[in-house]
């Protein structure tokens, strides 16, 4: 790929970017900016001169969005929702931690033997694999909760791009639930039984399953 063929796909690619409009008119219009681009170049134009005629990536975008201004996707408003979620987690989970693992940091001395008997002493970081567990499992939940974001953002005609950069999201989250023991986790009694629910796990496994369905459908 040349380097005027790189900056032509770069170029697209912002536009498609500040569209509004479902997936089949993206591509449709990135069809027709790029043989509008192809035409200006044949008459001697350089792609810097052709670029600078047609509009920033921005500027084209907003022109074709107010020309097919009742085809413009309508973004969820539920999206502010899972925003807010996210920073209520970061907030309630270093609150949390902080009360229920107040010896964060400290070391921990065990000392073994009798009166008469050598004595052997032990020094462990009080801060184990459960506590590690919490704070990684509460960045999943987070990062879950951006991505439920992104997705409600994006809507159902997401770009791959688009779809891509959830799934990435949400895997690392779901992944982090499996890293080490000592989850977040909620519970619930109804009843005389106890359940038990990672939303971290949960979140992020439906979060890349949709954009998953999305990536396919596209």
Avoid at 162 to 184: A, E, P
Wanted: contains cysteine; aromatic residues 8%.
């Amino acid at each position: 790929m040349t380097e005027e063929q790189k900056k032509i796909k770069k170029y697209v690619n912002a536009i498609e970017w500040h569209l509004k409009v479902p997936l089949e008119m993206k591509a449709r219009i990135n069809s027709d900016i790029g043989t509008e681009i192809h035409l200006r170049l044949e008459t001697g134009k350089t792609i810097d001169e052709v670029m600078a005629e047609i509009g920033t990536p921005k500027e084209v975008a907003q022109r074709f969005n107010t020309e097919l201004k009742e085809q413009t996707l309508r973004k969820h408003p539920l999206r502010f929702l899972f925003l807010t979620l996210a920073v209520l987690v970061v907030i309630g989970t270093v609150a949390g931690g902080m009360n229920h693992f107040p010896s964060l940091g400290q070391e921990e001395i065990s000392m073994i033997g009798g009166v008469d008997e050598p004595t052997s002493v032990y020094v462990k970081d009080a801060f184990g694999g459960r506590e590690i567990g919490y704070w990684i499992s509460g960045i999943g939940l987070c990062l879950g909760c951006i991505g439920a974001y992104l997705l409600l953002l994006y809507g159902k005609q997401a770009a791959p791009k688009g779809c891509k950069s959830v799934m990435l999201l949400s895997g690392i989250g779901f992944l982090m639930n499996f890293v080490i023991v000592g989850m977040l986790q909620w519970k619930f009694s109804p009843g005389i039984s106890i359940i038990e629910i990672a939303p971290g796990f949960v979140l992020n496994l439906v979060v890349f399953l949709i954009a998953a369905l999305r990536l396919r459908n596209s």
